[in-house]
């Protein structure tokens, strides 16, 4: 009791548990993600400056006006309005003026499947982007092929990416948290997090080379099944933009996911390595990633 009073004196207050700092990634994962995450902007932009020089996606072996089997075609038509941009999918035809098929500054509208501001560079140069393209390609294989021999042999693939029995039994929980913008910041990935950083690696970046290998017609001569296995070279040129739309969808949802669970702690972490964890007495693990 308090000396000058009969009410019971107040528990004193436990302090709070701070959220602890830890290392979260190593060198070669910020290493790995940010290479990636530079060859695929400028593939994307360069890849779509190629698209525009055949703004036609097929099914099969080949192509041409002899052949129905466009599934996507983006371009121009002339109305009485003037021209108008088009996006053509499975024969179902959609107005995209000034965005797809006829865009461009005020009074200087042209025909062009993607607008400059999307594509590198932004005037009509194929030569270039190919180069670009090419090249970044090649960044992101051989960076991706090291990434898999590393984490073979350090056992980063088995201890932080391959979801185990309870991880999967945590999934329905994981999915309503995010949906509620609700996020945990633990150590180890969440479940969500090993299956769609799982699809990307192992599923989607080597589709994006395997498919960008077979439509090299120097490769042919290399890898000769490649191509067959895929479908033909236009196949595999529409496997490869469908591909690249879901790499984009995924880098949208990523990003504002950053936003949501704490940008400045989640960006630290990719640029440093460290990162604030929950206080303790959560469900996070003891292994750094």
């Known amino acids: 009791m308090d000396a000058f009073s009969s009410r019971p004196a107040p528990a004193r207050e436990r302090p709070a548990p701070s959220r602890q700092l830890i290392y979260r990634h190593s060198a070669w994962t910020r290493l790995t993600h940010w290479l990636w995450a530079l060859s695929l902007f400028f593939l994307l932009l360069s890849g779509l400056q190629i698209f525009n020089a055949r703004p036609q996606l097929y099914i099969g072996p080949e192509s041409g006006f002899a052949y129905d089997n466009t599934i996507l075609r983006i371009g121009a038509a002339s109305t009485p309005d003037g021209p108008r941009g088009f996006t053509e999918i499975f024969g179902?035809?959609?107005?995209?003026?000034g965005v797809l098929g006829w865009s461009g500054p005020p009074g200087r509208e042209r025909a062009r499947?993607?607008?400059?501001w999307a594509t590198i560079p932004s005037y009509y140069d194929l030569g270039t982007a190919r180069v670009i393209h090419f090249f970044f390609a090649w960044v992101l294989g051989?960076?991706?092929?090291a990434w898999l021999i590393a984490s073979l042999v350090n056992g980063h693939i088995r201890r932080d990416l391959l979801p185990r029995p309870s991880d999967l039994s945590r999934l329905p929980g994981d999915l309503r948290d995010h949906l509620r913008l609700r996020f945990h910041h633990n150590r180890n990935y969440n479940t969500l997090q090993k299956l769609s950083y799982g699809c990307v690696l192992f599923i989607l970046l080597p589709a994006m080379v395997l498919t960008g290998l077979a439509m090299s017609p120097s490769m042919n001569s290399a890898l000769p099944w490649l191509n067959e296995a895929l479908g033909g070279r236009q196949t595999a040129r529409t496997i490869h933009f469908a591909v690249m739309t879901l790499l984009v969808l995924f880098f949208v949802v990523h990003l504002a996911m950053v936003l949501a669970a704490g940008p400045?702690?989640?960006l630290r972490s990719i640029v440093t390595g460290w990162y604030r964890t929950d206080p303790p007495g959560g469900d996070g693990g003891?292994?750094?990633?």
């Open 92 to 97: 179902h035809r959609f107005d995209t003026t």
């Open 113 to 116: 499947a993607f607008p400059s």
């Open 142 to 145: 051989l960076t991706l092929l």
């Open 264 to 266: 400045i702690n989640e």
């Open 286 to 289: 003891e292994r750094s990633i």
